[in-house]
């Protein structure tokens, strides 16, 4: 018995012993870390088959072409592409353009309108098709007029300008239903669907910041506008693409009079209005308007400045693509973050930090606006791509939470329509932004050429962000894959439009899927 165990005791200390060099130890740690690689490789590919098999293929379809195509590139592109166009063609001053700005982001405001329309009014037979065609239409014809007119007043050109604008809100608005209800009937995935959509507006977005500086230096701003009608014309298609069930062929081929559709859009009103009036809702919508509207945008007095060869840096076109290519990558991080580790945090928490993060990154613009970088020895290049990078992950981080909030603010039954004014609601917080940021430039004398003030401006701005964190509180401290509404409401809302199951787009379940 004792030889048995000596020897069992040899045996362990063999197997314990360290293995000889250049043999076990070297040959499978390369093997390890190439497991390691090809996973983190592997992984988004996977998570996006797992999506693609639980929701309805064309749906992942519709987020990668209107959030990544549409809203990230056109929107990255057609922002440098604007900028260069009022500021070099029209020869505006900067608290103008930011009023533009602020007009031609009216369509985003009336998102409400969109949704009703999506929801309330098919076109034959069809809620979401008809508005991806539509809103791809009037997108590639604004954009061709832009580009291939010669001189344009400011007027016409801006009305284009809304034209392309509304050609992305329409589109939003109708992939957004369809995300909006996908979040409420299988809530789990609702972060992992902001996410998706994030990634792919931040990677388009990358794309549209990284080729704009090329395109405006060789087409020229007006010319360059062109291919914004591009990701407009690729809706269209999808209109013809994307799967829907025919409205009238689940109801016996029976049509809906226009009575029927005004009196189910007073219905959608009425309990809308019902929705917005429990505290659940209204206090965290309060807050995510606040959010907005205080943190007034001054973008347009640090474009002029970035350009101006005096006062400012002066940084080429190529140059300022390239800075906002570098924010969109950010973006991106900013995107990895949250759904690697922040996605699991309650609200109230997570948003409060966020916010405070936020707060503190926009003092690096002061810091650049000031020049102190350049007293510390931080070159303009480098301290910009610091200040931008610090910017876009911080403010990534912030919105992330507030759209997944905004998804579970949702009563099933009217999902388009009621997120659809949630975001109308974040709209006019982002409008007063812009307006609030062109009228602070224009009260501290910012133009063209005089930036004497524009350090007090982005002051202001900042101050007002910080004092965002007073209303915290709004906010509620439920955990971000739990249901906000009262069941009662819920209940409701269902009952109140039974047929709504079979009216929106196929999204859910691989059971339904296969019967297609």
Not at 94 to 111: E, M, N, R
Not at 190 to 197: E, G, T
Not at 339 to 347: M, N
């Amino acid at each position: 018995m004792s030889s048995i165990t000596t020897q069992t005791n040899h045996e362990q200390s063999q197997n314990n012993d360290p293995p000889p060099p250049n043999t076990h130890f070297f040959t499978t740690k390369p093997k390890h870390n190439k497991t390691v690689i090809l996973q983190t490789i592997t992984q988004p590919f996977q998570w996006l088959q797992n999506l693609s098999t639980q929701l309805n293929p064309t749906f992942i379809l519709g987020i990668f072409l209107i959030h990544g195509l549409q809203q990230g590139f056109t929107g990255s592109f057609f922002r440098v592409a604007a900028d260069y166009y009022w500021k070099d063609i029209q020869k505006l001053q900067p608290s103008l353009v930011q009023i533009f700005a602020g007009i031609y982001f009216i369509p985003w405001v009336f998102k409400p309108l969109w949704g009703i329309l999506t929801d309330a009014f098919p076109i034959r037979g069809y809620r979401r098709r008809p508005y991806f065609i539509g809103a791809g239409v009037i997108g590639t014809v604004s954009g061709m007029v832009l580009a291939a007119k010669g001189e344009m007043a400011a007027g016409a050109a801006l009305a284009c300008f809304v034209g392309v604008s509304a050609s992305m809100a329409i589109a939003e608005v109708t992939i957004d239903a369809c995300i909006a209800r996908n979040s409420i009937e299988v809530r789990s995935l609702a972060p992992d669907l902001q996410s998706l959509c994030s990634f792919c507006s931040s990677f388009g977005a990358l794309v549209g910041f990284v080729s704009s500086g090329f395109f405006v230096h060789h087409l020229g701003p007006q010319g360059s506008l062109g291919i914004v009608a591009v990701p407009p014309a690729l809706t269209i298609l999808l209109g013809f693409v994307i799967y829907e069930r025919r409205t009238d062929a689940l109801h016996n081929e029976k049509k809906q009079t226009f009575l029927q559709a005004v009196e189910g859009v007073g219905t959608k009103i009425r309990i809308m209005y019902k929705t917005m009036r429990h505290p659940q809702v209204w206090k965290p919508s309060l807050y995510i308007f606040l959010s907005l509207a205080l943190s007034v945008t001054t973008h347009e007095g640090h474009f002029y400045w970035y350009t101006d060869p005096k006062a400012g840096p002066a940084f080429s076109k190529e140059f300022v693509g390239e800075i906002y290519a570098v924010g969109a990558f950010a973006s991106i991080l900013g995107v990895m973050i949250y759904h690697k580790a922040l996605k699991d945090y309650p609200f109230r928490t997570l948003i409060f930090y966020a916010q405070l993060l936020y707060t503190i990154s926009g003092v690096i613009d002061l810091f650049f606006i000031l020049r102190w970088n350049l007293k510390v020895g931080i070159p303009d290049y480098i301290f910009v791509i610091i200040e931008e990078s610090c910017t876009r992950i911080t403010g990534k981080i912030k919105w992330m939470p507030m759209l997944v909030l905004s998804t579970q603010l949702c009563p099933l039954g009217i999902e388009g329509t009621f997120f659809a004014l949630l975001m109308c609601i974040d709209s006019i917080g982002g409008l007063i932004s812009k307006w609030g940021g062109g009228l602070l430039l224009h009260a501290v004398n910012v133009s063209r050429t005089d930036f004497t003030n524009l350090w007090f401006a982005v002051f202001i701005r900042d101050l007002l962000r910080f004092g965002t964190l007073a209303f915290v509180f709004l906010v509620p401290k439920k955990g971000q894959s739990e249901g906000l509404l009262p069941s009662e409401l819920s209940g409701e809302n269902v009952s109140s439009d039974g047929n709504v199951d079979e009216e929106t787009l196929e999204l859910v379940p691989t059971n339904v899927k296969n019967e297609v």
